[in-house]
């Protein structure tokens, strides 16, 4: 996972070593907004945006 953090996003491996290597993994998974699962209330509001009716 370190190589892999290394050749994709360019940090060094001094860096990385300083770093709190579980806080870089929960960030380097994490998903953006729109792909988050949304709850039942933030999901009709989001219906009725999209078909006018909010």
Aim: net charge positive.
């Amino acid at each position: 996972m370190k190589k892999r953090l290394m050749l994709e996003s360019g940090v060094t491996p001094s860096t990385l070593d300083k770093e709190n290597y579980l806080e870089i993994l929960q960030v380097m998974k994490a998903q953006s907004r729109e792909d988050r699962p949304m709850n039942s209330e933030d999901a009709h509001k989001k219906l009725a945006r999209i078909l006018g009716g909010g």
